[in-house]
């Protein structure tokens, strides 16, 4: 059973990304909470595990688009070798923007669409299908095995926002000895090229500092 958790307040989205996972689960067992209500990410994210009954689950923007055919197949098999996964992340976090640590660390691949119909391909490092030993994923596709909520939530106080809460919970589950991969032949495509604004920079420094004794 899959429970995919998704925050939108645009019902035009939300009704597309709907319609995106029910093609690419095709007969899998699978469930869809939505939070249209979130006062913040990690608080919905908490809210939506409380309540989902899935092994697997995904947490999701409402803008993706999963390319893979074979999207189950490849999300189960990573999630029999790790705890958590992600799409692009880094095996080193030096600061509260997690590509900052850039190369080697960064691993991952992600098509952006920045201007309307115009792609954009960012290959991070895609040496193997799943890569181990991650630090921390981008939060815009998250997928994690149900157990890892018995040892780590989303942290709703520090991270009372829209920023920050991707790196800080996987962060905590790295030093709880969790195992992150990024899944490099997981093809998703983002229609949003991300936002790194002041609100951003707030939360990035906020992370740092709840962090400074671990971070490089």
């Not at 939060?139 to 018995?150: D, E, L, N, Q």
């Not at 500092?209 to 971070?215: A, P, S, Y």
Request: net charge negative; hydrophobic share 45%.
């Amino acid at each position: 059973m899959i429970s995919i958790i998704i925050c939108s307040i645009n019902p035009q989205k939300f009704d597309a990304v709907t319609k995106m996972y029910t093609a690419a689960l095709g007969n899998q067992q699978w469930e869809l909470i939505g939070i249209h209500d979130a006062k913040s990410i990690a608080e919905a994210y908490n809210r939506a595990v409380a309540r989902a009954r899935g092994d697997l689950l995904i947490f999701s923007h409402d803008d993706v688009e999963i390319l893979n055919p074979d999207f189950h197949g490849r999300l189960s098999g990573h999630l029999r070798r790790c705890d958590i996964i992600g799409i692009a992340g880094t095996m080193r976090v030096s600061s509260g923007m997690w590509v900052s640590s850039g190369v080697p660390y960064l691993y991952g691949q992600v098509v952006h669409d920045v201007i309307a119909g115009q792609m954009m391909l960012d290959i991070y490092g895609a040496p193997f299908p799943l890569v181990q030993d991650i630090q921390t994923v981008d939060g815009v596709w998250i997928a994690a095995r149900k157990s890892v909520f018995s040892k780590v939530r989303w942290d709703e106080n520090n991270f009372d926002g829209f920023h920050g809460w991707d790196q800080d919970f996987c962060l905590s589950a790295y030093y709880e000895g969790l195992q992150i991969g990024v899944a490099c032949d997981i093809n998703l495509l983002h229609t949003s090229g991300g936002s790194f604004d002041e609100v951003f920079l707030k939360y990035a420094t906020r992370f740092e500092n709840k962090w400074r004794h671990k971070i490089v």
